[in-house]
């Protein structure tokens, strides 16, 4: 062979490696990010290292500041931030688990999980559905298209709203998906303004529960149903145990959580706030498959991952600081695979709720 031909040959054979690596393999895993494209919510890519280092800094807060809980909006929003387009990257444009199915794809059994919670609320068309803690919209869209009802996503983060909204034009649903900017501790919608509401895996971000529950009660239509799909300890986790703990702990700080709650707290604090509790099961417990199983099987993709995420800072491609949160992911995929194999953790104890048909607009905890 030529000298030359061989060099050619070469180039060719690294380009082909190279557009494997980056393209094929750095693709989102089910429909959203490519590496390349990693950038870190609206922060600007010289402050992401800050921002890691300022998300970091709730957790070591001094102990008299712990109980102000008025900072945990703002140190969720940075948080997703840093993560928003690594989910979409290396998840999809769902931010929540799900149990898995047999011989289903990790994308039908999402979808089958977000359609269940359509179907609780009986989610029909004309109907007006809140989503609480929206993400960049993958369950609203498929309730959408699986109840053409009409929905409207609330989240704390500003890069969110821009990518959901960008996905419902994609997807055609933006005649019936609208996505607003704000606080779900404070929402700025009118009392008695939906006809049902759903939450999924996004109040646990709220450091009361009651705050966000009476917010939910406050906009529904009396009479109107609401899920919620909540993180919480199972009755298998021990206090005194401390691999228990430090699970827990880990998961805590690795999702920008002010606290886990119990799954014993979820309905006492439901009715306090006024809501009727028609439900309440963890849907996690058998027969239902292991949610935790997409986390554990991706072992050899983390460290793809890893080698990418790297190689795209060095390039400069990929923001200074990308490879911490990665890391910081990788660690929290750890904490969340021993919470679901120990069972003492699940990120799917679902209740459904009704506001009374003779409720007054005053929820109960506040009367
Ligand atoms: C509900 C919440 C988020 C739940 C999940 C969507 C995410 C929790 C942990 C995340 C991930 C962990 C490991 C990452 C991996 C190292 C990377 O290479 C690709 C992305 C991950 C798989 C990432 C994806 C999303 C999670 C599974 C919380 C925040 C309340
Ligand atoms: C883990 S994500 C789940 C998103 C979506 N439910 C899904 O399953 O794809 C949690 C969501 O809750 C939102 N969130 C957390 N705290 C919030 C707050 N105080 N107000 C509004 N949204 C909030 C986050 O911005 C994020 O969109």
């Known amino acids: 062979m030529e000298t030359t031909t061989a060099v050619w040959a070469v180039f060719a054979a690294a380009a082909a490696v190279i557009y ?3 393209w094929v393999m750095g693709a989102a895993e089910v429909k959203g990010k490519r590496a ?3 950038k ?3 922060i600007t890519s010289d402050k992401v290292q800050d921002n890691y280092k300022q998300y970091w800094s709730f957790f070591r807060r001094p102990k008299e500041t712990a109980g102000d809980s008025t900072n945990v909006p703002a140190f969720v929003d940075t948080f997703y931030n840093l993560v928003t387009d690594i989910y979409e990257w290396g998840w999809g444009q769902s931010f929540h688990f799900s149990p898995s199915i047999p011989n289903l794809s990790h994308r039908d059994a999402t979808r089958i999980h977000e359609e269940r919670a359509a179907d609780l609320i ?10 609480v803690g929206c993400g960049v919209g993958g369950p609203m869209r498929a309730i959408a298209s699986h109840s053409r009802a009409n929905i409207t996503g609330i989240t704390i983060n500003e890069y969110q709203v821009a990518r959901a909204r960008a996905h419902n034009r994609k997807a055609g649903l933006d005649s019936i998906c609208d996505v607003v900017c704000g606080n779900f501790l404070s929402m700025p919608f009118s009392d008695a303004s939906f006809d049902a509401a759903y939450s999924i895996e996004a109040t646990c971000h709220a450091p009361k529960l009651q705050d966000v529950y009476r917010e939910i ?3 529904l239509k009396p009479g109107a149903l609401y899920v919620s799909y909540e993180w919480v300890t199972t009755p298998l986790f021990r206090a005194d145990n401390e691999e228990h703990v430090e699970i827990i702990h880990g998961i805590e700080r690795g999702d920008a959580l002010p606290g886990l709650r119990s799954h014993d707290e979820i309905a006492v604090i439901a009715n306090e706030i006024g809501f009727e509790v028609l439900e309440e099961k963890d849907l996690a417990k058998p027969p239902a498959g292991p949610w935790w199983t997409r986390l554990k099987m991706g072992k050899i993709a ?9 190689a795209l800072t060095m390039l400069r491609i990929a923001p200074k600081g990308v490879v911490d949160v990665h890391e910081m992911l990788y660690e929290t995929a750890g904490h969340l695979t021993r919470g679901g194999e120990t069972g003492i953790f699940t990120p799917m104890h679902m209740i459904l709720c009704r506001k009374p048909s003779t409720a007054t607009n005053v929820a109960a ?3």
């Open 217 to 219: 009660y406050r906009v």
């Open 20 to 22: 494997w690596f980056v």
């Open 36 to 38: 390349v494209d990693l």
């Open 302 to 310: 983390y460290w793809r991952n890893h080698l990418l995420v790297s």
């Open 365 to 367: 905890a506040d009367e």
């Open 122 to 131: 009986n989610a029909r068309p004309g109907l007006k559905v809140l989503d």
């Open 40 to 42: 870190m919510g609206s």
